[in-house]
Every structure is written in structure tokens, then in C-alpha cells.
């Protein structure tokens, strides 16, 4: 069962070393990797060139965001499983070989299989994945009855940089989704447990850098960037229209979701003194079951806080 690993990578020269050589060193190899360099303008590409030659292929493209980068890299793989990974996080050495035992212990109907994980880089983050997500475990592999519930967690169970997957499913989803500036992985790995399921390995295999010196999409999303709420409403209104989204609890929970990102971009667009825009974003909330009284105390709210925080 061939293995491509697949590494998007954006100005860490340094860090995506590291990751490369946690992929070598791994007690059952990746038969190939693959590394597609979005734009980066600090050598990224030639140092990975200049380091490991033929055993790992480099691609540079413009820079189009790391869902355009995944693409290409998945387009450029040959394996059966596809196994990501970011460039400034790594792998313990059994990563793989601990994912395809899972697969061997619970059988042929899984085709996705995800680790706990750690975060490093920042120390107010000692609990891991599992642990900040409820997610409980009885042994070494485990399966989910109810993926999506994980997925949508206030604190996310599963990480793509731990997924192992098989390429025939991401090749039916249609992969990535480009139009989205963040939680693309997110949007992946919905749609996939929509049509797999999901095993685990209980073991943090996984170090996520959370450095808090280096700004991570999430954080932009956090400054109301409006490609970020953009790329959120799009994702929302996708999962709502998908034909196998027929559970209504979770149907309910995405509604949920969509209509406090319409209630979050009007007040932001008011904070900006743009009243039009504002208003437009006002109706769309209404649109969604948002009355105007919520919106207008929820602005009252945040106000009241942002006044009274200096005081404290």
C-alpha cells in the first residue's frame, strides 16, 4: 500500500526541513513525498532541493493559498493513501506504522485513520487533541461512531496533519476547496465523514507548532479579515446544500454556525462605520433567523465589554 506524503509550504524554510526529515524518519517510509512551495520568497524550494535531492519532489508555484497548494501536490502523487502534513509541525517515527495497524485491526471499511496529537511552542498548551476535544479511548485504535461531531467540536478531535486517507476518496470529494482562504482542511474533513468512516490511534504522533510569534490563519480569522468570513459563509451554505446532510441536529448546529458569522460580520462592518454594507449583512442574518433585536444586543454586549475592559 503505497504512501505519498504531501507538504504545502509557504516562506518556512526552516521549519519545513524539520517536517521533511520527520517523514523520513518514520519506521514505515512514505514511498514518495511531495512538496509544493506556494510563493514562497525566502529559498525555500532550493533548500529543499540542495538537502534532499531526488528523494523529495519540489514544486513552486505562485502563491494561491495552501488549499491551491495541497491540490497540486495531490495532483502530482502516485500512492494509494494520502498522508498530510504541515511545514512547521512534524511526525513521531510510528506514525505510519501505528495508522496502517489500526486499519489492520478493524478492517477494510475504515478509510480514514487520524492520531491524537501535541501541541508545542506555546505553554499554556500541555492537553492534546483528545484530551481538549472529550474524545475517550479504551486501548490502542478505537472508531467513531459520530465523526462529524468531532469535526465540528469547539475544540477540533482531528487534525489533517495526522489523517492518513485513501486517495480514491479525496479524488471523489474533489479535494480541497480553493475558494476558501481558511478551515479548508475543516471543509475536508466534513465531507469525508460524510463518506467514510473514521479509526484513531490513541497516541499524540503528531507536534503542532502553536508558536505564538508566528501568525497562523486562525489568528487572521480572529482580526474579522473578510476573506475569512467569506470563506466561512461559503463553507456553511456548501455543507447545508450536500445531499447526505440529512442529520437535522447537525443540520441545526451548522445553522447555527452560519447565522452568529452573519451576526459577528454586521457588527464588525458597523465597528468599520460601514453602514450600508452593515445593513446588508443585517439582512442576511434576518434572512437566517436572526431577528435585529439580537443582533443590536449582541452589539450592545461587545460594546459594554470593550468599555469596561480597561477598567478591569
Given amino acids: 500500500m503505497k504512501v505519498s506524503a504531501v507538504i504545502p509550504t509557504y516562506n518556512r524554510r526552516m521549519q519545513v526541513l524539520r517536517a521533511i526529515d520527520s517523514v523520513l524518519a518514520q519506521t514505515?517510509?512514505?514511498?514518495?513525498?511531495?512538496?509544493?512551495?506556494?510563493?514562497?520568497?525566502?529559498?525555500?524550494?532550493?533548500?529543499?532541493?540542495s538537502r534532499y535531492a531526488s528523494r523529495v519532489k519540489v514544486f513552486w508555484q505562485e502563491n494561491m493559498g495552501?488549499?491551491?497548494?495541497?491540490?497540486?501536490?495531490?495532483?502530482?502523487?502516485?500512492?494509494?493513501?494520502?498522508?498530510?502534513?504541515?511545514?512547521?509541525?512534524?511526525w513521531l517515527p510510528t506514525k505510519l506504522e501505528r495508522q496502517f495497524e489500526?486499519?489492520?485491526?478493524?478492517?477494510?471499511?475504515?478509510?480514514?485513520?487520524?492520531?491524537?496529537?501535541?501541541?508545542?511552542?506555546?505553554?499554556?498548551?500541555?492537553?492534546?487533541?483528545?484530551?481538549?476535544?472529550?474524545?475517550?479511548?479504551?486501548?490502542?485504535?478505537?472508531?467513531?461512531?459520530?465523526?462529524?461531531?468531532?469535526v465540528l467540536a469547539r475544540h477540533a478531535g482531528m487534525y489533517v496533519q495526522s489523517m492518513l486517507v485513501r486517495r480514491s476518496l479525496i479524488n471523489e470529494l474533489g479535494g480541497f476547496d480553493e475558494a476558501m482562504v481558511v478551515a479548508e482542511d475543516t471543509d475536508l474533513l466534513l465531507r469525508l465523514a460524510l463518506k467514510t468512516k473514521f479509526c484513531f490511534v490513541s497516541e499524540a504522533l503528531v507536534k503542532i507548532d502553536r508558536t505564538r510569534s508566528r501568525p497562523r490563519l486562525i489568528e487572521l480569522f480572529s482580526q474579522n479579515n473578510e476573506k475569512m468570513f467569506s470563506s466561512k459563509e461559503h463553507m456553511f451554505r456548501k455543507w447545508l446544500s450536500l445531499p447526505e446532510m440529512t442529520n437535522p441536529e447537525i443540520r441545526f448546529q451548522i445553522s447555527e454556525s452560519l447565522r452568529g458569522l452573519y451576526v459577528d460580520w454586521t457588527i464588525r462592518k458597523l465597528h468599520q462605520f460601514r453602514f450600508f454594507e452593515a445593513l446588508a449583512k443585517a439582512r442576511q442574518a434576518r434572512s437566517a433567523g436572526v431577528s435585529y433585536s439580537h443582533i443590536l444586543s449582541r452589539l450592545a454586549f461587545r460594546t459594554a465589554r470593550k468599555i469596561c475592559a480597561p477598567l478591569n
Fill in 66 to 90: 495552501v488549499s491551491a497548494a495541497r491540490r497540486r501536490a495531490l495532483e502530482e502523487t502516485r500512492g494509494e493513501w494520502i498522508a498530510f502534513l504541515d511545514s512547521d509541525d512534524e
Fill in 102 to 150: 489500526a486499519f489492520g485491526a478493524l478492517g477494510e471499511d475504515f478509510g480514514a485513520c487520524f492520531t491524537d496529537c501535541q501541541f508545542v511552542g506555546d505553554r499554556d498548551l500541555q492537553q492534546t487533541t483528545f484530551e481538549l476535544c472529550g474524545l475517550k479511548t479504551y486501548g490502542s485504535f478505537g472508531f467513531l461512531d459520530n465523526p462529524i461531531r468531532y
Fill in 28 to 49: 514505515v517510509p512514505a514511498d514518495e513525498i511531495i512538496v509544493v512551495d506556494d510563493g514562497s520568497t525566502d529559498g525555500s524550494a532550493e533548500a529543499v532541493r
